[in-house]
């Protein structure tokens, strides 16, 4: 799950890892009266779940909190375009307000789930505020790693060789430890997938201050942190994803107009890429899992019909867990309830098939049967075109 | 043959009263597995689907001598059921669990080091050798005995893949899910070491899917160490980057992970690469022709 910089600002903050003065801002009055509790140049910052939000207009300065108002009012409602946020980018409903730093020198701390040694590796590089995939494959030599060992944790003697790495002396490397340590305790803590502080700056004062967030946190581990949970923001995301979440549903809006209903992750992309194969454009990805339901089924025939650039939908069933009568009773009752005028392509395989396509069959609604995904396929992008 | 699993490996069942162990372990018996124990803490002395039910794995190994064992606990309780079979001395584990935290299985591939126990999953079908030995939740019809190693990532598609390989006229000495997820236990290389060394194994399919790198490494070994022919299919060729595909591991990051490198490097060591998912189970016919 994806999170605001804000709320990922509070989630450090909590475990010592110094932040900059500041708060969150929904209309231009709070932006100016949280500019004047910090009474210094402030800097207005758009919170989407997006990168590169300074190239779009989505970070901007104001020197009072006059000029904090009037820039909050230019910015709240504004629609983001950024290269993360698509073509028809997001608008901009709360801005994060901090006191504006002078940074000295900007540098890169993050943590991120390593699969290779199955660990938690800690990155740190002196070269702060650009993208560190750039930094990895042009100057490799300037990104310094630590494996953290599961059940220790982060080392003492691990942060010491960060800091020093990263050329911390004197207050500024105490400042330091303590900001390495509870960076890792904060992603560890809140279960994340990655906890990236790009740029960390050290101001001119000596302090290290984070002045970017971002956390990703571990869908799985959700359910042992409610308080994180009640963080995700329904705004930012597609409203039939949002949807889809509510049963349970694997959905993952794309841009195509064959839609497409699978169980199993890799069935399902598996059934895109067939329709790409067959000249077609799959519209999403959609699993229904391995646990579900008739209610499920129906729902996600629902939620995958209800996408208006969806022209015809796949169906495609290898029952295992899952049993074919049980997607064919949920798919009946969906296809009479919204009256469905789109061609639908039913592939069945597996437990109880010959029931499910009996169930088909007998529904007086025009599915179309397939043998096989390469058929299945076939007949779905011919009724598309 | 098969690897890690055959007529003479005892199973017990971790979470066997509750509804999908006991499901599932209805499912194993039908197919001939010798589900010998079922493990539910404090419910130990009762009999559940005819096995006794013990509070502990230490105590069904030592009772009913299981080598292996099934997984069917809440993601919660998931990892620490894996470290408890370890910990008793079970050789083959098999966690089919959805859902566990990342960094708990960061913590249980720790505690495996220096182990005897094989950790298949999670979140995986498990692991079958036809006409032996089902560990798992896959549907045991569709598989026939035979000579062909299956690997795969996901659930259903393998399933797709044993079907054509069954219609196709081969059958499978063993076929294993590897699991979803983004930390698992046994991956591609040590199953094709076992695959390599097992001398009724002719063949081999692997089944991949964006996100990580785990195929890449395969891709290396087979090039170095593999000498059987080896049918590779990735999925997810059309998936957007940056967007997790159900699969907690299915997900392109920084510009790594992508179907094309995957498939490059599995050409780039010789493996007859499937393009299509319908085709793979001609394009092994043609290997090994």
Known sequence: M????????????????????????????????????????????????????????????????????????????MTLVTHQTGAEGKTVRKLLVEEALAADRELYLGVVVDRA?????????????????????????????????????????????????????????????????????????????????????????????????KINIDDNALFRHPDILAMRDLGEESPLEVEASKYN?????????????????????????????????????????????????????????????????LINIFGGIVRCDLIANGVVKAAREMRTKIPVVVRLEGTNVDLGKKILAESGLAFQAADGMKEAAEKVVAAVN | ?????????????????????????????????????????????????????????????????????????????????????????????????EGIPTLDMIKVKAFLRGRASSLIGPNTPGIISPGQCKIGIMPGPIHAPGTVGIISRSGTLTYEAVEQVTKQGFGQSTAVGIGGDPIVGLKYIELLKLFRDDPDTEAVIMIGEIGGTAEEEAADFIRREFPKPVVGFIAGQTAPPGRRMGHAGAIIAGGKGTAAEKMESLRAAGVHVALSPAEIGTTLRQALS
């Open chain 1, 249 to 313: 549903l694997n959905y993952v809006k794309l841009d195509g107009n064959v839609g497409c209903m699978v169980n199993g992750a890799g069935l399902a992309m598996a059934t895109m890429d067939i329709i790409k194969y067959a000249g077609g454009r799959p519209a999403n990805f959609l699993d229904v899992g391995g646990g579900v339901t008739e209610d499920a089924v129906a729902n996600a025939f629902r939620i995958l019909v209800s996408d208006k650039d969806v022209k015809a939908a």
């Open chain 2, 1 to 97: 043959m098969s690897i890690l699993v055959d007529n003479g490996t005892r199973v017990v069942i971790q979470g066997i009263t509750g509804g999908e162990g006991t499901f599932h372990t209805q499912r194993m018996q039908e197919y001939g597995t010798r589900v010998v124990a079922g493990v539910t803490p404090a419910k130990g002395g009762m009999k559940h689907l005819g096995v006794p039910v013990f509070n502990t794995v230490a105590e069904a190994v030592r009772a009913e001598g299981a080598d292996a064992s099934a997984i069917f606990v809440p993601p919660s309780a998931a990892a620490d059921a894996i470290m408890e079979a370890a910990d008793a001395g079970v050789r083959v584990i098999v966690c089919i669990t």
């Open chain 1, 117 to 213: 040694s199955e660990a938690a590796v800690i990155m740190a590089s002196t070269e702060g505020g650009v993208e560190i995939e750039k930094v990895a494959a042009e100057r490799p030599e300037l990104i310094f790693k630590e494996y953290v060992p599961p059940w220790n944790g982060l080392l003492g003697f691990q942060a010491r060789k960060l800091a020093f790495r990263l050329g911390l002396r004197g207050e500024t490397y105490k400042q330091g430890l303590k900001f390495i340590a509870g960076l890792y305790r904060a992603f560890e803590g809140a279960d994340a997938s990655l906890a990236e502080i790009n740029p960390l700056v050290i101001t001119r004062a000596g302090d290290v201050v984070a002045l970017d967030a």
């Open chain 1, 2 to 77: 994806k999170i605001h910089e804000y709320q990922a600002k509070r989630i450090l903050g909590t475990y010592g890892v110094r932040i900059p003065r500041g708060d969150i801002a929904e209309t231009p009055e709070a932006a100016r009266a949280v500019a004047e509790g910090i009474g210094s140049p402030v800097v207005l910052k758009a919170q989407v779940h997006a990168g590169g939000r300074g190239k779009g207009g989505g970070i901007r300065l104001a020197d009072t909190p006059q000029e904090a108002e009037r820039r909050a009012r230019e910015m709240i409602g």
